[in-house]
């Protein structure tokens, strides 16, 4: 399997920024680490090796990219303004230097998002707001509501980085183009997010899979599982 590391300086980010890629060909998928993750991640605990298949045969690209969730979403130290404010220079770096190159390389003008737990959060919240970019989103155990991870704390910024708080008033058609799923299982404490998500875009008229496993809990072995399902619907 074709592994390449690379290493840039974001100058959204105002630092280096670290992924690796799998895959020397194929439709290209970003993977967002999961809470505090590395771009390594996906390797360490075998969600990569899960879908080998499609890389190995050229039907997927898949770019494992850093988090910078110690400097944002789960940065104690730092006022909840200033979380916010450094989770959107990612979101910028993201869709301003990540996904154009993306795009570029495997000659695509929308990509595919996907996530595990915070990861999961991180996918559909950039889908949601770029969904001009984004034609598959699959989250896998998140959440979605971050509110509680700011003290109290809400300003636009949060508003507009939320999805139960803008979706209900987002207006896009690519909403209605993207294929969407939100994978969850029965004993993952994530499942009634995943409910309440997808009764709100239910209520939008939003296409998209609810997909609760049987089986498992919060954690990688279901993962892994849903995840080759979920490339398949590539076409």
Not at 5 to 10: A, E, N, Q, V
Not at 129 to 137: D, N, Q
Not at 205 to 215: A, E, N, Q, S, V
Request: negative net charge; glycine residues 6%; charged residues 25%.
């Amino acid at each position: 399997m074709h592994e390449d590391y690379h290493k840039w300086y974001s100058h959204q980010l105002g630092r280096d920024i670290e992924m690796l890629v799998y895959g020397d060909w194929g439709y290209p998928v970003l993977v967002f680490p999961t809470t505090m993750g590395r771009y390594y991640e996906a390797k360490d605990f075998k969600l990569i090796e899960s879908v080998r298949w499609f890389i190995d045969n050229r039907k997927i690209k898949l770019f494992c990219i850093d988090s910078i969730d110690r400097d944002s979403w789960y940065a104690k130290h730092l006022h909840p303004a200033v979380r916010v404010q450094n989770h959107i220079w990612y979101d910028r770096m993201v869709n301003e230097e990540l996904i154009p190159w993306m795009q570029h390389e495997c000659q695509v003008d929308k990509v595919g998002v996907a996530g595990c737990s915070f990861g999961g959060f991180q996918a559909l919240n950039f889908a949601f707001r770029h969904p001009e970019k984004v034609a598959y989103l699959w989250s896998m155990g998140a959440k979605f509501d971050i509110r509680s991870f700011l003290n109290g704390h809400y300003d636009d910024n949060v508003y507009f980085n939320n999805p139960p708080d803008y979706m209900p008033n987002a207006h896009n058609d690519h909403f209605y183009r993207m294929k969407i799923v939100l994978g969850t299982s029965e004993h993952d404490f994530c499942k009634p997010d995943n409910i309440r998500m997808s009764e709100l875009l239910n209520r939008k008229g939003i296409h998209h899979w609810l997909d609760i496993r049987p089986w498992g809990e919060h954690d990688w072995p279901v993962w892994r599982e849903m995840f080759p399902h979920y490339l398949s619907m590539v076409s």
